[in-house]
């Protein structure tokens, strides 16, 4: 059955076209086929339109949609399957922004690689920033559930050769890779930021580098590994190592120097924390004309700390919860200059943070009952052994504890303030303290590593694959830190927002056809704040001969 049309010529020379529904049957005296009208709906010109359209709806109602669809059109579309395009775009444009691609490309020079070496190390890139996974998880993410753009397959072998080529590129692809992108955001390298993290290994033997030590992941049940990272006041990572997991905070400033001198940042100050405070780090930090600021401990027993929190001045406010205190110590070779801060309201919390813990010392004093009474001298040992509470009691000559007044009264003496030095005479009170501030960026590239990026636990067992394992989230931190700084939002709402942004295939009987589904505002906000051009609407279009 199907529906035909037919045409009538009038006397007036006009043709008028009818549509009928019809079907073939045999004629029995000719043999042939002829059709025969099971019914005329009309005039082509004057057919009632709603009229066909709740027949074919009625008539759907017996087929599938598929059936139908093919019915109506050979050539209709079917939707195959859709994948995420928008992050792994806005990633690789970035990419290619800083050039990475012509790095690699460069740092391959002759080696005779057939397989898709850079392709390899985008995608494990991408990934820690989009959807971390192992790596035999990489190769399913982007054969089935990413549209990376990659030219062709990347397989679990271009992944681990990828790996093992970085490794052999490392300082210089360090080097390049940040001053790509120090020439691209015209960065100022003034202030470095430097510090260290541990992060564990998923095993428990330890070796030369997988080395039990001060866990800051509290995992000391786990082997680990010392991560440094340098990072600039705009949070960008300069470059990152990898130490053996008993490495000390101290030990590692001669070697970061190092590495770094042949990279003419120019003038630099070092910011750091208290742990890298010693006498020698500070002569390395001053080789080359370089300068520091350092935190420094309040609670040793250094006589020239004594000296500069005894100092007496008024302090000057320089911001809301802010007031420092210029303090010089000494004079010749053995000057130096100190900046005293003062946090007015974190003054008040570790008031209150401490009356809490002497109330709680009172009652549990209190509880502890006749010193002499069973189990009393090993729970008097766990009291003044314990880290928060045991530094405020003392124990009398008969063996009764009371709280320690005078160690009450040098504490409240420290309320809200921590003591800063710097080799760097050029700049202000106000400057130091501030600048020390950001050194909270580090501790936020920290977070991003260990959270967003699943930089831990490593599984790998070789080295090298840990060292390769860091440098790829160390790009991937660079990726990210671009995105957030020129869109002014975080990766965790960039992130969501472009992955909504999908590849859709749809096979006809004559090929495919691979498009893109329509940027909302937010997308199209994002991807204009980077100076990204949207992706085409259409990606491929495959037709069969």
């Known amino acids: 059955m199907y529906v035909r049309t037919i045409s009538r010529k009038n006397k007036d020379g006009s043709v008028t076209t009818y549509v009928q529904l019809a079907h073939n049957i045999r004629d029995p005296q000719s043999g042939f086929a002829r059709a025969k009208v099971v019914h005329t709906f009309g005039r082509a010109d004057a057919l009632d339109v709603a009229a066909l359209r709740r027949l074919v709806k009625s008539l759907c109602r017996f087929i599938s949609p598929e059936e139908a669809l093919e019915a109506r059109d050979s050539r209709a579309l079917r939707f195959i399957h859709s994948r995420p395009l928008g992050g792994a775009y806005l990633l690789r444009k970035i990419w290619e922004r800083l050039e990475l691609q012509t790095v690699l490309t460069k740092a391959l020079g002759k080696r005779n690689f057939a397989a898709p070496i850079e392709w390899a190390v985008f995608a494990m890139v ?125 030990t590692t400033v001669e070697r970061i120097k190092a590495d770094l001198r042949g990279w003419r940042l120019g003038r630099c100050v070092w910011v750091m924390d208290r742990g890298m405070s010693s006498e020698e780090n500070r002569v390395v930090l001053q080789q080359g004309g370089g300068h520091y600021i350092l935190g420094e401990k309040l609670r040793d027993s250094q006589a020239v700390h004594r000296e500069a929190l005894s100092t007496p001045g008024r302090y000057q406010k320089v911001r809301d919860n802010l007031e420092v205190k210029e303090i010089v110590v000494g004079e010749g070779e053995r000057r130096r200059r100190f900046v005293l801060v003062f946090n007015p309201e974190q003054a008040q919390k570790d008031k209150a943070g401490r009356e809490e813990t002497l109330k709680k010392i009172e009652e549990t004093i209190k509880a502890l009952g006749d010193p002499e009474g069973p189990g009393h001298k090993k729970s008097v040992c766990a009291l003044l052994s314990h880290r928060t509470m045991g530094r405020f009691i003392r124990q009398t000559k008969t063996g009764k504890l009371r709280i ?6 040098e504490e409240e003496a420290l309320d809200g303030k921590y003591l800063l030095s710097t080799s760097d005479d050029s700049l202000s009170a106000e400057d130091v303290a501030l600048g020390y501030k950001q050194l909270a960026e580090v501790e936020r590239a920290f977070r991003t590593l260990k959270t967003t990026l699943d930089l831990r636990p490593l599984y790998h067992r070789k080295e090298e694959r840990i060292r390769a394992h860091v440098l790829l989230c160390y790009l991937a931190l660079l990726l990210v830190r671009i995105a957030e700084r020129e869109t002014g939002e975080t990766w965790d709402r960039i992130r969501p927002i472009m992955e ?39 990606y491929d279009v495959q037709l069969r001969a």
């Open 126 to 250: 991408a990934n820690r920033a989009l959807a971390p996974d192992s790596k035999r998880g990489v190769e399913e993410w982007v054969g089935e559930d990413v549209a990376l753009g990659n030219p062709e397959p990347i397989s679990l072998q271009h992944l681990y050769r990828a790996m093992d080529f970085l490794l052999t590129q490392d300082a210089e692809l360090q080097k390049e890779v940040f001053f790509a992108t120090a020439d691209l955001l015209n960065l100022e390298v003034d202030l470095l930021f430097f510090d260290t993290t541990t992060t564990y290994v998923e095993c428990e033997e330890e070796d030369d580098f997988r080395r039990y030590g001060h866990s800051k992941d509290s995992r000391p049940d786990r082997p680990q590994v010392v991560i440094g990272l340098a990072v600039t006041k705009e949070g960008l990572p300069v470059r990152c190592w990898v130490l053996p997991g008993n490495t000390q905070d101290m």
């Open 404 to 409: 320690n007044l005078a160690k009450v009264q």
């Open 500 to 538: 909504r942004l999908h590849l859709g295939e749809f096979s006809l009987k004559d090929g495919r056809v691979l498009q893109r589904t329509e940027l909302n505002a937010d997308q199209a906000n994002i991807l204009n704040r980077l100076k990204i051009a949207p992706p085409p609407a259409v």
